[in-house]
């Protein structure tokens, strides 16, 4: 048969796999080609192809190829901690969150977990790799995925699978395990070489490579604030009874969605109002700097801690180093030409320092106002000054970094790192990536806002994410604080506004998969209204409705 790469036509056996075809091109690349695109589709490798097909190749370094890798790695991990500790002594394995570039995973039965255990199960997982298992996949109908699910005592799945409208599921196996995955698989496990496991805080870390380097598995480096943030977000959560999506529905179902939503809103209250306290308590603090990633909800948050800084007794004012950006023309380009806003030279530092050392020595100053339609720095006309009691809550990407604010010191600054990391996972073994919550946020409000489509903003995330890993990961340990604006409810409620949006990318678009990828995330949940969510949630950035000028 012929089949079509790179609009040049090529002869195979009419049984060829896909496996067998990515062998033949893999000269052409330079990572491991783990994935395949057949007429437009995604498809594994243990797929055969029709005649005339065109053909493309995903690897480790492509997001999708990398997600891949992961998802089949954590598999391989699961079926090892069985064969290693056996089944019967398995109450359940968790997969949390991701961390540095790993999973976190706890283990609860007749086991004790530790650094002698992660390098069994580690031997264990090489053993099979050598061994090139088969991960293969079958479509079963949804009551029998259940039934499977049920004997293998994965309640968790059983659940998820209850209210879900889709009559297939896709069942993998792996040396004899059964198990449910939230997209694509390797062909088997001889493409996961690369992998370490490391014990820590009780549980497992599977350490795997990046992006970048996708034959480089760096040393573990445990992100401790993040780490307590992420365990207390599930925490809260799970004083909610909510671990996962089946257990959200469920809430939904029985009309307790109020409930969930009165008690994860009163919790960020809580939250902030004990991170008011702590400012207040810090007598030196005069700046409060505010950063996190895109659609962390940091305008919104910002607001909320102004007010509640307001019943500490405090004066708060507001500001936004956005408003120091230079003039447009003078901002510098990366390498295809697009201004570079993320980047800290983008703002005017010394300008910025200038202003906040003389309001800390009790001067006032003329702060700026960037004019977004004309891209230049102008006077706002506001004066501001910074007499006892006054205190200054700043927001922006570079906030944690101490390149922005050299000439303060460290006393007069408390920084506050917010991001919104899922609490839920879609059950015990597929995990909802916080990336994925912030995407899915900036689709709603991109539209609502700028009237961007789903596939605009869909073009431009990497972009995003670029400059979130340039800017703002690498400083987010010098908080003071993190906090963690995701609600256990928000999904079900974005879902309304997003799946339209995400609908509307065309199938010939770049970003056509990736709105499938989130397209079938939201199906998992029932649908919410916005009715219960308070005016001052920070949904409502985003969903619209809020009471605040944001």
């Known amino acids: 048969m012929t089949i079509f790469y790179k609009n040049e036509p090529y002869e195979f056996a009419e049984d060829t796999t896909l496996h067998e075809m990515a062998e033949y091109f893999q000269h052409e690349y330079s990572a491991p080609i783990i994935l395949a695109s057949v007429d437009g589709k995604l498809k594994e490798l243990f797929h055969k192809v029709p005649e005339g097909a065109m053909i493309s190749f995903i690897t480790i370094r492509d997001k999708i190829g990398h997600k891949t890798y992961q998802r089949s790695c954590s598999m391989l991990f699961f079926v090892a901690a069985e064969r290693v500790i056996g089944k019967e002594k398995i109450k359940r394995i968790v997969l949390h969150f991701s961390i540095d570039d790993g999973f976190y995973y706890t283990i609860e039965g007749d086991v004790k977990v530790n650094a002698a255990l992660a390098a069994a199960i580690e031997k264990k997982m090489r053993a099979m790799v050598e061994a090139d298992l088969p991960i293969t996949k079958r479509s079963v109908g949804t009551d029998q995925a259940r039934s499977i ?46 992998f370490k496991l490391f014990y820590y805080r009780k549980g497992i870390v599977l350490q795997m490579p990046n992006m970048v380097e996708p034959d480089v598995v760096h040393q573990f480096i445990p992100e401790r604030q993040f780490f307590k943030t992420q ?60 950063a996190g990633p895109s659609s962390s909800g940091k305008t919104t948050f910002s607001q909320r801690l102004c007010i509640q800084l307001t019943a500490q007794g405090l004066r708060p004012h507001y500001i936004g180093v956005d408003n120091y950006f230079i003039d447009r023309a003078k901002i510098p380009l990366d390498e295809e030409g697009n201004k570079r806003y993320e980047d800290l030279e983008a703002v005017d530092v010394e300008l910025f320092n200038e202003h906040m050392t003389e309001l800390l020595g009790g001067g006032t100053v003329s702060l700026p106002r960037f004019d977004f339609i004309t891209g230049l720095q102008v006077d706002s006309g506001e004066k501001l000054s910074l007499p006892d009691g006054d205190i200054l809550v700043i927001e922006g990407i570079h906030c944690l970094n101490d390149d922005l604010s050299p000439r303060l010191p460290a006393s007069s600054k408390f920084k506050v790192y917010i991001s919104a990391l899922t609490q839920l996972n879609i059950d015990d073994h597929n995990r909802i990536p916080s990336s994925e919550g912030r995407l899915i946020r900036r689709i709603v409000r991109d539209h609502r806002t700028r009237g961007y489509s789903a596939a605009d903003t869909l073009s431009m995330w990497s972009k995003v994410r670029e400059g979130e890993e340039r800017n703002i990961f690498p400083h987010q340990e010098n908080a003071d604080v993190f906090f963690n604006s995701a609600l256990p409810y928000e999904a079900a409620v974005l879902k309304l506004y997003a799946q339209p949006l995400l609908f509307q990318v065309p199938r010939d678009h770049p970003q056509y998969h990736e709105a499938l990828h989130l397209l079938k995330f939201l199906d998992y949940f029932i649908t919410a209204p916005l009715d219960d969510v308070p005016t001052n949630s920070i949904l409502r950035e985003f969903c619209g409705g809020g009471c605040f000028r944001l």
Request: net charge positive; proline share 0%; aromatic share 12%.
């Open 149 to 194: 699910f049920r004997r293998q005592g994965f309640h968790d799945k059983e659940k998820l699978f209850s209210t879900r409208l889709a009559s297939r599921v896709n069942v993998y196996t792996l040396d004899g395990y059964q198990d449910y995955y939230y997209g694509y698989m390797t062909v088997s496990t001889g493409y996961l070489r690369n």
């Open 231 to 290: 365990i207390e977000g599930e925490e809260w959560a799970a004083r909610q009874d909510i671990a996962n999506i089946g257990d959200l529905n469920e809430k939904i179902i029985r009309g307790n969605l109020r409930d969930v939503i009165l008690f994860s809103e009163a919790l960020q209250e809580e939250r902030i109002a004990r991170l008011a306290a702590k400012i207040k308590a810090r007598k030196d603090v005069k700046f409060v700097m505010i």
